[in-house]
């Protein structure tokens, strides 16, 4: 299968800071990505809907100026925590559905990205 | 507006059982209904899909799910639990069309007995 890749896997920063986590489709080009939130033990929550050259879609109570969103190019989504705080902390996961394809088509998913911050 | 329902937050089976994972959606328009398994730290790998075709469908790792519209569900299935499925799982549905986005039930976690 398709296949995506996060990074950072892991990353500790200080309350206050940003930090930045990119989505790459390796393989084949994504015109659509998610971004999901994940606490412990618990569902993913979607964040957003990313399409390529336009601005996100944002879920219902997720801040838009607090996660900011960028899919400038097939193979790449960022997603930037903006003044991260302790509450941010959490997994966050990206997906991509491959162009061309109407319908669901399928998701490939990255590895994910745990947040810590202090 | 579509959503899944995954019964049952965690399943304990002995090696070898029959492993039974529930899910019943809701949904207005025919969905499509996907089953991911993930492991600790991981992302999501889909297991498999059902897109209006056959409703029985078969997916990696020996697993199946059957659709039944009649009953709003898509359980999934396997007819020997190996220690390896031990996993969350998460049951979606999908809408069709270019807007398109998957909504994730709340997970099933499968614990395998020796």
């Known amino acids: 299968g398709a296949v995506v890749s996060q990074h950072p896997s892991w990353v500790i920063c200080k309350s206050g800071t940003s930090v930045k986590i990119e989505c790459r489709s390796l393989?084949?080009?994504?015109?659509?990505m998610f971004w999901y939130r994940q606490f412990p033990k618990q569902s993913l929550m979607l964040m957003a809907t990313s399409n390529e050259g336009s601005k996100a879609t944002y879920e219902q109570g997720v801040e838009k100026d607090k996660f900011l969103i960028n899919h400038a190019s097939l193979t790449l989504s960022t997603l930037t925590v903006t003044s991260a705080h302790p509450e941010d902390s959490s997994f966050y996961i990206c997906s991509a559905r491959t162009k061309g394809v109407l319908g669901t088509g399928e998701l490939f998913f990255g590895e994910g990205s745990r947040l810590t911050v202090l | 507006a579509q959503s899944v329902t995954q019964l049952g937050s965690h399943v304990s089976v002995s090696e070898g059982a029959l492993v039974l994972l529930r899910c019943n959606y809701s949904?207005?328009?025919?969905?499509?209904l996907f089953w991911y398994v993930q492991y600790p730290n991981q992302g999501l790998q889909l297991l498999l899909k059902y897109t209006s075709a056959a409703t029985l469908v078969k997916g990696i790792n020996g697993f199946e799910a059957e659709f039944k519209k009649s009953e709003t569900s898509f359980h999934l299935t396997k007819p020997s639990a190996h220690m390896s499925d031990a996993a969350e799982y998460f049951c979606a549905v999908s809408t069709w069309g270019s807007a398109s986005k998957i909504i994730f039930g709340s997970g099933t976690r499968l614990s395998i007995r020796p």
């Open positions: 393989d084949f080009q994504a015109t659509t």
């Open positions: 949904s207005s328009v025919p969905p499509y």
